[in-house]
């Protein structure tokens, strides 16, 4: 059984078609990309896949379970992390606040503990800063615990996201352009850091990217998206070697 | 760190001055300043009402001299000094005299659980109140207002500052609170012309006076639910506009409810929120508060604020966060509602209208967001300046207005906002350099 499985997912706004008849499958611990030019609608299906919005049509289907009518939260708790294009961090956060805050739906020591100060909620607390500072030593922002987040450089604001989506225990992690204003040395670093925590802790990676090198490093199977639709599918070389891909993106914008 | 620092150039001499003077006290515990807080009180006590007399008072100021000054200018000089002997020095002296005691007892108490340190500095605390307040009715009445006003802005501090809302919902509950408690109050102790008599012994009224508040707070949380429901489960802004509808309706409601006095409002509420009463809910809202927002759970409330949809996707149930916070904000407003109405021993819906709304947000903004100290001196201060005024009548409302204006300027959140507020930090000894975090 495939870790994700969407079929026939279809979306529009408006009279928009922003995603038209798409479908995707992923296995635990692969990692795919989606590429496509700007407005193909590659956000627009994490946000689906997350719940952010929900589909025209189409079913979604993750670890087994149908999530269509899930909200966020839920299936986020099921095991799906997620950055954004657009960071989307909490300003008046600490780093070390941030992984914590995704450890969230792991609370168990529910109001009477969040009142009164219970050992069980110290505990809690306590273990939880150990596994996030463990989880922000990964992906390398391990001194940063204390800091608020605008006061970061950008290639860290990327970073402290993807620790952020890692502490939900994700089995499929959903990276939207990870790259974006980044420096090469920043992205020689990223890659280093996606490898690595896709070696160690084994979940599937979905990214959206526009560097190819990038992609053609990290990804097994690609998707190439154009106008919603999904114009091309395969490995690494079938992709780079398709006419429709070259002619719709890599023709354009040539950056291989 | 900051007094041995060399110093940078251009520093006016009265800076340096300054900071020579209050160099000793950085290292004054908070049982320092409780200490030489005792002292002052206690000397007040016993050479006050001589030493206002001699400096030609009739009697002791009331609240530091302001009124007296405002009415009697000539007696300036003569406040000053009874500032400065019965306040300022003693404070002074006495922190610094007792600061290495102070800091070994500070010390000790470090080994042992923190409770029992809190414990103490809690009792000493009320100590310095009670000794203060009890000089005359007047400071009495004050502390306990003043009190509640810290359980009330602390509590929409939740809402507008850590959840990041702007709610004006807040008279609504007090009044809800008041009126349940004091239903409940003059039900059982009170014999009443419309409520019947007392059903039990006065004896029992203190045990059941928590019973009444919290039944006051969880109408209020019951109530709010009127406000959160249609607000929070739409994307948007209408929790402003819904709780000020709410207000006006709890008001107009009251208003017309001619058993418990209408307009007139309701009264005869038994005298049950003595000084150590209101002071010891004050602590324990104070207390949960604090522990709620420090914990991942209340910390939800900043996350939803500053990014939902990024709350969303890190698992955090946004809607049940903000419910649960709204209702327990409600509930604090409530408790403190039954609180004022059994200090006043009178409500009436009158006092639950816009004037509270803006009473109260000012307390909040002037003190600062996302801040239970910030809230705290908010509260505190607010009423302290506002009691000093009095005496400037109409002019009372233009200096305080101008005052929040002039905060709002250089601070815009706040005089002490997005603070997270420690206890056992701020208990701890200061004597010893910071060597373990
Ligand atoms: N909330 C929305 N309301 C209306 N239109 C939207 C919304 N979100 C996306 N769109 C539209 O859907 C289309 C796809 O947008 P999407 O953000 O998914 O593109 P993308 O492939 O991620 O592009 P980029 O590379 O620029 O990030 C665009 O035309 C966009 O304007
Ligand atoms: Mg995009």
Not at chain 2, 40 to 52: D, V
């Amino acid at each position: 059984m495939p870790l994700l499985y969407v079929e026939h997912m279809t979306r529009f706004f408006g009279g928009l078609r922003a995603v038209h008849d798409y479908n995707f499958k992923i296995e635990p611990g692969e990692i795919h990309g989606l590429i496509g030019p700007n407005g193909a609608g590659k956000s627009t299906i994490f946000n689906l896949i997350t719940g952010v919005y929900k589909p025209t049509e189409g079913s979604i289907h993750f670890r087994g379970k149908n999530i269509i009518k899930y909200p966020s939260h839920k299936i986020a708790a099921l095991g799906l992390g997620r950055t954004f294009q657009n960071l989307r961090l909490w300003r008046h956060m600490s780093v070390l606040d941030h992984i914590k805050m995704a450890q969230f739906s792991q609370i168990t020591y529910g109001l009477i503990g969040a009142f009164f100060d219970t050992k069980k909620r110290n505990q809690q607390e306590e273990e939880n800063t150990e596994k996030a500072i463990k989880i922000m030593e990964l992906v390398g922002i391990g001194k940063l615990t204390d800091q608020l987040v605008p006061n970061l450089p950008y290639g860290l604001q990327r970073r402290v996201e993807i620790a952020r989506a890692l502490a939900i225990n994700p089995k499929l992690l959903l990276l939207d352009e990870p790259t974006a204003g980044m420096n090469s040395e920043e992205l020689q670093d990223l890659v280093n850091v996606i490898r690595h925590i896709h070696d160690k802790l084994g979940v599937a990676i979905l990214l959206i990217e526009h560097r190819m090198k990038f992609v053609m490093d990290l990804c097994e199977r690609i998707q190439t998206l154009d106008f919603g639709e999904v114009i091309a599918e395969g490995s690494p070389e079938e992709i780079q070697n398709n006419p429709r891909v070259i002619d719709a993106y890599l023709g354009k914008e040539v950056k291989i | 760190m900051k007094a041995t620092g060399s110093l940078p150039a251009g520093r006016s001499k009265f800076k340096i001055y300054r900071d020579k003077l209050l160099a000793p006290y950085i290292q004054v515990p908070v049982l320092g300043w409780l200490a030489g807080l005792l002292i002052s009180t206690l000397l007040e006590t016993f050479i006050g009402p001589y030493l206002a007399m001699v400096l030609g008072m009739s009697d002791v100021p009331a609240l530091f001299g302001f009124t007296v000054v405002l009415k009697q200018p000539v007696l300036i000089p003569g406040v000053i000094i009874y500032l400065l002997i019965i306040y300022v020095l003693p404070i002074a002296i006495g922190a610094r005299l007792t600061k290495s005691l102070a800091n070994y007892i500070a010390g000790k108490l470090q080994q042992y659980p923190f409770w029992i340190s809190a414990v103490i500095h809690i009792v000493l605390l009320y100590v310095v109140i009670n000794t203060w307040a009890v000089m005359n009715d007047y400071r009495v009445l004050l502390a306990k207002l003043i009190m509640i006003a810290v359980i009330v802005t602390l509590s929409l501090n939740v809402i507008n500052g850590y959840m990041g809302e702007f709610s004006c919902s807040h008279p609504g509950f007090i009044a809800l609170g008041a009126y349940t408690a004091s239903i409940i109050t003059v039900l059982f102790f009170v014999n009443d012309s419309v409520l019947g008599a007392a059903l039990l012994p006065p004896v029992l009224a203190p045990f059941l006076f928590p019973v009444a508040l919290i039944l006051g707070g969880l109408m209020a949380s019951l109530f709010s639910l009127l406000v959160a429901v249609p607000a929070f489960n739409t994307r948007g802004d209408y929790l402003a506009i819904i709780s000020l509808a709410f207000t006006f309706i709890i008001k107009s409601l009251l208003e017309n409810l001619q058993i418990f006095g209408g307009a007139r409002g309701f009264m005869n509420q038994p005298n049950l929120a003595t000084l150590p009463v209101v002071f010891l809910w004050t602590v324990l809202a104070v207390w949960i508060i604090n522990n709620f927002v420090r914990s991942t759970l209340g910390k939800a409330l900043n996350a939803v604020r500053d990014n939902e949809t990024a709350a969303n996707a890190m698992t955090v149930d946004t809607k049940k966060t903000k419910m649960t916070a709204f209702m327990f904000a409600a509930f604090w407003a409530g408790i403190a509602g039954g609180l004022f109405a059994h200090v006043m021993r009178y409500v009436n819906p009158g006092s639950f209208g816009i004037k509270k709304l803006a009473e109260v947000l000012a307390m909040v903004y002037f003190g600062g967001l996302n801040s239970v100290i910030g809230s705290i001196v908010g509260a505190v201060g607010f009423n302290l300046l506002s009691e000093m005024l009095r005496p400037l009548e109409i002019f009372k409302w233009i200096i305080i207005p101008l005052l929040l204006i002039l905060v709002m300027i250089f601070r815009p959140t706040g005089l002490i906002a997005f603070k997270d507020f420690d206890p056992k930090k701020l208990l701890r000894a200061k004597n010893k350099k910071e060597e373990d975090k």
